[in-house]
């Protein structure tokens, strides 16, 4: 039932936010995946996607700006028993917390990462994010933004994440199929989702994205195919965003950052503590 997932505090987002789908959608995937609250967790940073645990009826920690991945990690590490899954906005992944975001890959834990990429500072009223295309007007580039967008997809794919995916936060069943698919994946998941700011980017608009989005799968690109999967993720750059590739990018077994470090605890039902009760009684 969805309903386990809805906490009663009401989202709080301008009328129109790409959030409120993917909300819907991350209710749902905790949902078909048969989750539960009390073995999920939902870990965000500070910013207007950020406020999402407040609206899902699991365990959830909103953290400070940009450390989303090292809070995610050390909540896995510390009970892999959980469904671990980090959400926060591009500013909080890539600027203030883009060092966590390098690395994450690499040490591969067993986490989901979720970034609301509205292009823009929102909480803040709008400033420039790192994911701000070149040109834009914002409060902090009057004169459009003249640097080089930073690109969260060839950068998760370099830094080792063992499953990366973009999707579109208008488009709530293609965002429930990869956020699916990301969490049932064991190792780091990232995924990006384009989600227009109706309020401070009036460039990423959901017309906008619509008219160039495309899903890789209907395309019958190779998950398993890294150099293919590098060559999709760069083609919005090359195209000047004419071409916006979303679903699964890559995806690969490897070792987990648990598989090491919790060798020898017994990861198994023996770790879960069932206070579903007791969280029924907070929320
Ligand atoms: C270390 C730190 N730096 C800056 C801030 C101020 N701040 C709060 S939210 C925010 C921007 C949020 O933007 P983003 O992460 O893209 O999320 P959005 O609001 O767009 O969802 C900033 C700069 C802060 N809280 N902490
Ligand atoms: S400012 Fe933008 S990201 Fe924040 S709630 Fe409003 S529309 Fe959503």
Known sequence: MIDEFVTVEKPQWCPGCGNYGILTAIRRAFDELGLKPHNTV?????????????????????????????????IKLANPALTVVGIGGDGDGFSEGG???????????????????NQIYGLTTGQASPTTHKGVKTKTTPDGAFLREFRPIPTALIGGATFVAATFAGDV???????????????FAFIDVYQPCVSWNKLNTYAWWKQRIYDLEKEGHDPTNFEKAMEKALEPYRTNWEKVPI??????ERQTLEDVLVKGIPVNESLEVDVSSDLRELM
């Open 42 to 74: 939902v870990v965000s940073g500070i910013g207007c996607g950020s406020k999402i645990p407040h609206y899902i009826r699991t365990y959830g920690y909103e953290g400070i700006h940009g450390r989303i991945i090292p809070l995610a990690e050390g």
């Open 99 to 117: 060092n966590h975001f390098l690395h994450a890959g690499r040490k591969n834990t067993n986490i989901t990462y979720i970034v609301q990429d």
């Open 173 to 187: 069943n293609h965002m429930v199929k990869v956020m699916k698919d990301a969490i049932s994946h064991k190792g």
């Open 247 to 252: 679903g699964i990018f890559y995806k690969e």
